[in-house]
């Protein structure tokens, strides 16, 4: 075994933020490199094989531009990082670390981690229509959001649309209390949420009173034409062919629209088909649209759920 030169950490910040919480940055380092890597206040010592050590140190630097300013680092960053390595990308992973999409109510910088979010993020800013498939937790419905609101922020659009199809609006919504809204709500929280992480929640009502944000059922999208406005379709693998065919010819001037789903887990009957599947063979063709799709080496949540997720599609398979 040979032992490599501690690589000195400008501060606990830094040292804080690359060995992750546990520790557990270090430890998917480890895994991804075979060097056993051990930090000692701001002191990281790396060991193993020359070769291991190697890799070990230029994965680590290859991180320097966030641990260095204190930032939050995690197991997709790490796996980003080793896949630039392995494919000599480091500039083109030194621009994807650079780039912050924007910043929460908190100051928490949001960016891309894998290549293929930022390859989203781009579609996302430049095409009027993008579809995005993939596993839960790869930020397909956060990232739109992120584009959105620093869009309506910015008075690029007057409104921001969010619609899902409320798969249960038949007999079992109705025996939950409220209205209308208060029954679809539970459908819609995870958008409230990815809202509130920019706009003060205390300033939502207003801007849902005048027309600004919108979050709807996608029922409430029929016969509507939607012009100057960002919208965001979400858990599209629920719709029916004939939701998707309404929602996208709803498209007004001026407006630019996404379309969210995983097409692995529709909550439709055994005998319908998805209209997100259909609308992927139809319109594979047609130009001036962006298909982005996620696996599970984008899952950007808990490592556990990158687990679950290979498990599971190494089940299907």
């Known amino acids: 075994m040979a032992a490599a030169l501690p690589i000195q950490l400008p501060n606990i910040e830094s040292a804080i933020a690359l060995a992750g919480q546990h520790e557990e940055n270090l430890k998917t380092i480890s895994r991804q490199t075979g060097a ?17 050590i190697d890799l070990a140190t230029r994965l680590v630097r290859s991180l320097e531009d966030l641990w260095t300013s204190g930032n939050t680092i995690t197991s997709a960053d ?47 800013r430049q095409r009027d229509l993008t579809f995005c498939i993939g596993p839960a937790g790869t930020g397909k419905t956060f990232l739109a959001v992120v584009v959105a ?27 939950l209390p409220g209205d209308l809204q208060q029954k679809v709500n539970p459908y819609l929280r995870p958008l409230y949420d990815a809202i509130n992480e920019f706009i ?5 009502p207003n801007l849902m009173e005048r027309g600004v944000i919108e ?15 960002f919208v965001i379709v979400d858990e599209a693998q629920n719709t029916t062919p004939a939701q998707m065919k309404m929602v996208l010819t709803r498209l007004g001037f001026h407006s ?12 439709l009957l055994p005998h319908q088909e998805s209209g997100l599947s259909v609308a992927l063979h139809i319109l594979k063709n047609v130009q001036g649209i962006s298909f982005c799709e996620f696996s599970q080496k984008d899952v950007v949540r808990h490592a556990l759920v990158q687990r679950i997720v290979a498990a599971y599609e190494q089940h299907e398979k």
């Open 36 to 52: 056993n890597l051990v930090l000692r206040g701001q002191e990281l010592h790396i060991a193993g094989t020359d070769k291991q």
């Open 78 to 124: 790490i796996l980003t990082a080793r896949q630039a390595l392995d494919s000599d990308r480091t500039e083109e992973l030194h621009e994807l670390q650079r780039d912050v999409l924007a910043r929460t109510r908190k100051g928490e910088e949001i960016r891309a981690k894998t290549f293929r979010q930022r390859q989203y993020i781009n579609a996302l």
């Open 149 to 175: 609101v620093q869009a309506l922020l910015a008075n690029e659009f007057e409104k921001l649309i969010l619609t899902r199809p409320a798969v249960e609006a038949g007999e079992k919504l109705g025996f």
């Open 200 to 204: 003060d929640p205390e300033k939502v």
């Open 215 to 229: 979050v709807a059922p996608l029922a409430y999208m029929r016969g509507r034409t939607l012009n100057n406005a």
């Open 256 to 267: 630019r629209m996404v379309i969210t789903g995983d097409i692995t887990q529709t909550d």
